[in-house]
């Protein structure tokens, strides 16, 4: 069984990761969408869950990559962007007010340098 997880892995890298990437980020922001406007614990817990099992899917999927030992850039990305996709969603799902706070300061501060241009009309 681990040997035809681990062939499948390996044989539908590109598809894997075509699919995993965008699922981790949209599934991350999504919570951070979540924890931003104050939803329900529950749809904050659904949302985080669905990041963290993407997140740790691409993690087993650059795992199997390690124990062959095919270590590389791309390798260590992915390793990376599951990581962090795995501990925002922790985090929301632990500390969803604190991430809030986070949140909130981070809009504040920056959005005063979003400034659309308006063009003049000398």
Do not use: E
């Not at 965008?22 to 614990?41: C, E, I």
């Not at 590389?72 to 962007?81: A, D, K, S, W, Y």
């Amino acid at each position: 069984m681990v040997d035809l997880l681990m062939n499948f892995s390996h044989t539908q890298c590109v598809a894997i990761c075509a699919v995993l990437v965008p699922a981790n980020l949209a599934a991350t922001v999504q919570s951070l969408w979540m924890v931003g406007l104050q939803r329900s614990k529950m749809q904050i817990q659904l949302m985080t869950s669905m990041g963290c099992l993407y997140a740790i899917i691409m993690m087993l999927h650059v795992v199997s990559w390690f124990v062959i030992g095919v270590v590389m850039v791309q390798t260590f990305i992915l390793l990376g962007l599951g990581l962090t996709c795995l501990s925002i969603n922790l985090w929301a799902i632990a500390r969803p007010h604190q991430l809030r706070a986070i949140l909130t300061t981070l809009y504040y501060r920056l959005l005063p340098l979003w400034k659309p241009s308006i063009p003049s009309t000398h």
